[in-house]
């Protein structure tokens, strides 16, 4: 930092940083504003066949009656609402995400649900979530490290929220080349049009991809006892090709952004070329992808 008339300036390294990664932020909110109906109106597609995923982060994470639980980057509250229901009437659970569309969907599901022990705010960063130190037992981050421009403030942020013992889970993918959803979908895109921007250096759905790096977020944030897991599952499941196609233009926000630019003719061509595609991988039933799954979960000291 530096001082000007005895304030405290950003050094310009600090505030081209800040700004960047506020420049990112924005572009996310505007992303995931376009699918977040999309992705209340599709959810079981995901979290039916993603059931394994779930099942592990719950097993990690262990919470237990009466406990209050953060779920960091909620999304439209996937874990939430499993979480909700193993800490009980007397726990609690906090959704905190950066996109208001996608708490707002959050909020109708829930009350959708009758889930009354579960709530769902909107966070201006990963880096500010709003709450109390020390307040929660347990916290999870459900494919949403990736995404986010200061990983290491988020979880030096989940640290601080959790109290002492409390315990972390985040789950992401592995690269492009192990999940087969990214594979097919970037393939059909690529042979008419660039893809968006955004991977395994960048923020993106496969962005923080390696377990070694997932490990060393939160061995560096200070979390002990840190270990990863990896492992193949489902990622979602649609009855036929053209639903899976439909499925992943309606939740994908950069990819809504790119096909809404095209010309007619270029999209009927990838829509047909998706079919085709879909069709030859999954010839015998429904289009159930699966992918590279990477857990880290890790306590904070006593």
């Keep these: 930092m530096s001082s000007i008339a005895g304030i405290e300036q950003p050094v310009p390294n600090e505030e081209a940083g800040r700004m960047t990664m506020e420049a990112a932020r924005e572009r996310q909110r505007v992303e995931w504003a376009l699918c977040a109906s999309a992705w209340r109106r599709h959810r079981t597609s995901f979290t039916e066949p993603g059931r394994e995923i779930t099942e592990r982060m719950l097993r990690l994470a262990a919470p237990r009656a009466g406990q209050r639980v953060l779920d960091l980057a909620c999304g439209v509250g996937n874990p939430a609402f499993d979480l909700a229901r193993l800490v009980g009437p007397e726990g609690r659970v906090l959704g905190l995400d950066l996109s208001g569309p996608m708490v707002a969907e959050a909020r109708t599901l829930a009350a959708e649900l009758g889930a009354a022990n579960v709530e769902f705010r909107t966070i201006p960063g990963e880096h500010e979530l709003g709450v109390p130190a020390g ?24 640290l601080a929220a959790l109290r002492p013992g409390g315990r972390f889970v985040a789950m992401t993918l592995g690269s492009a080349e192990r999940c087969m959803p990214f594979q097919l979908t970037n393939g059909i895109v690529s042979r008419h049009v660039p893809l968006p921007t955004g991977g395994d250096d960048g923020d993106g759905p496969v962005a923080l991809s390696s377990p070694a790096d997932l490990a060393g977020l939160l061995t560096g944030a200070g979390f002990t006892g840190v270990r ?75």
């Design 228 to 302: 990863t897991e990896v492992f193949e599952a489902p990622i979602f499941e649609a009855p036929d090709p053209a639903a899976a196609w439909a499925l992943f233009t309606e939740t994908a926000g950069p990819f809504i952004q790119l096909l809404s630019s095209l010309p007619d003719e270029t999209r009927r061509a990838i829509d047909e070329d998706a079919e085709r595609t879909f069709a030859k991988a999954f010839p015998d039933g429904p289009v159930r992808p699966t992918g590279e799954i990477l857990l880290v979960s890790g306590d904070k000291p006593e």
């Design 135 to 158: 307040g929660f037992d347990v916290a999870t981050c459900r494919a949403g490290l990736q995404y986010m421009p200061d990983r290491r403030g988020a979880v030096h942020a989940v």
